[in-house]
């Protein structure tokens, strides 16, 4: 047994020269064969061990026991120890967590803070291949996908589980053959928790009904599953960045790669558009679908998602956002305008605009620009204004004054609606003269008629195009 824990740390290089492994000991049989395991294995690797014990506060004196036990143990091995003390059912209710969770989150903080500091930190625990079954079990009934099929890593970012490829018997063997003591943990017979239903009941039956080495086969089957995940989240990171483009406030999922993506990949890259926004709690095979499905509807089609997030089709694909609080979108709902004079020069979005009076002159030929256009001055009514668009907005667009109201134009063009909101018009009331960059209105260009121009140009972006 010891031989295959070496040679299982080997494999997956839990342990090197150097290494500090912090490793939580709760005194149960799992926690005293993983110290007296690294006892050994650390002084082979030449790295240093440090024990850790968290008193959850939920068992009295048995929990006090545990500690002295834990406490005796170390220093008969001559192990340095850490005890920390949590009011875990207190944190349960402040926080409304369950006990399971709460404690789970004390012993982390607990073994996160002796790793502090230390690049060359790991963090041992004594999961074993009957907990890995226990997890995967609870991930199928509970709904997952092959990430949560895939149960827990050997190794994941600090923390290390040397004892994974071990059976719960295993362990309570190889104790009882040295004579090792250990404590139990009264809790852990208790059907209240659903993990421990799974574990006497569900997972006991399947080793007495119908093999004996059940939890084996289920750990076995997470591990390659866990290789699958690991070439699947390769494809699906190479298929993410070709298909989105990461913004400020969202993303943008791209039509034409994602639709040349396998459908396999399609649901990852939208699970990972899901995480990018704010994470995955929450979020269900539903939701997944429910963006893949936008995808075939009409552009402005929308999508309310978990998290405060929300989807929208536009042409070329869909925009993933994370929706604004309604304190958020009063402060954003302030007006963006500014009454230019004329002549004379302002800013507008970190450009400079230039407006000044020119008379007209028979046949004259007026330049095609981008951002340099002339307009017939005296067909302006108001004072003009730089700002974002209105409802009831529109241009004309032709000579016979056709209108076209803003918002189509601007659908007409493609333009993305979370796009349209950041743009700059210069307007004459409700008429548009000018969509920056793309046409004026029909209505205030220069004729044969004209007698005075006004020349506005803006400086920042192209003046020709």
């Avoid at 494999?11 to 110290?35: E, F, H, N, T, W």
């Amino acid at each position: 047994m010891q031989e295959r824990v070496r040679a299982y740390v080997e494999k997956y290089q839990m342990i090197l020269p150097g290494d500090r492994i912090v490793a939580g000991i709760s005194g149960g049989p799992d926690s005293v064969c993983l110290l007296y395991l690294l006892k050994e294995l650390c002084r082979e690797k030449g790295a240093n061990l440090l024990a850790v014990h968290v008193n959850h506060g939920i068992r009295g004196a048995e929990a006090e026991a545990d500690e002295v036990f834990v406490q005796k143990l170390c220093e008969k091995e001559g192990i340095p120890l850490r005890v920390y003390d949590f009011d875990v059912p207190g944190r349960a209710a402040r926080e409304r967590l369950t006990l399971e969770e709460a404690g789970r989150l004390c012993r982390y903080e607990a073994f996160e803070k002796e790793a502090e500091g230390s690049e060359r930190a790991r963090i041992a625990v004594a999961h074993h291949a009957n907990d890995q079954a226990e997890t995967v079990l609870f991930h199928l009934f509970r709904g997952s996908g092959i990430r949560g099929l895939a149960g827990m890593e050997p190794v994941r970012d600090q923390v290390i589980r040397p004892l994974l490829c071990l059976e719960r018997e295993e362990i309570l063997v190889w104790l009882r053959e040295r004579n090792i003591p250990w404590r139990t943990d009264s809790t852990n017979g208790e059907v209240e928790y659903t993990r421990n239903r799974i574990r006497h009941g569900i997972l006991r039956e399947a080793e007495e009904q119908v093999n004996a080495h059940a939890a084996r086969h289920v750990a076995e089957a997470a591990a390659e599953l866990s290789e699958i995940e690991a070439y699947l989240e390769e494809r699906t990171a190479g298929a993410y960045r070709l298909c989105v483009r990461e913004e400020d406030e969202g993303c943008f999922l791209f039509e034409t790669p994602f639709r040349q993506t396998e459908s396999l990949i399609q649901g990852r890259v939208l699970r990972r558009c899901m995480g990018f926004l704010g994470g995955l709690k929450d979020v269900e095979r539903i939701h997944i679908r429910i963006l893949a499905e936008l995808m075939e509807k009409q552009c402005g089609s929308r999508a309310d998602l978990p998290g405060g997030r929300g989807a929208v089709r536009e042409y070329g694909g869909i925009r993933l956002y994370r929706q604004k609080r309604a304190s958020e979108s009063a402060g954003s709902g302030v007006e963006r305008c500014i009454r230019p004079e004329i002549p004379g020069t302002c800013l507008a979005d970190g450009k400079r605009w230039t407006f000044s009076l020119e008379p007209a002159e028979k046949d004259q030929i007026i330049p095609q620009k981008t951002y340099t256009k002339w307009f017939d001055y005296d067909k302006i009514k108001k004072c003009p204004e730089i700002r974002g668009r209105r409802p009831g907005d529109y241009l004309e667009i032709n000579r016979e004054h056709g209108r076209k109201k803003l918002k189509a134009y601007l659908t007409d063009e493609k333009i993305p609606a979370a796009d349209r909101d950041k743009m700059w018009f210069l307007a004459d009331g409700e008429h548009i003269l000018w969509v920056p960059g793309r046409r004026i209105s029909e209505g205030y260009k220069v004729t044969e008629t004209t007698v005075n121009m006004l020349k506005v140009q803006i400086d920042g972006g192209e003046e020709d195009g």
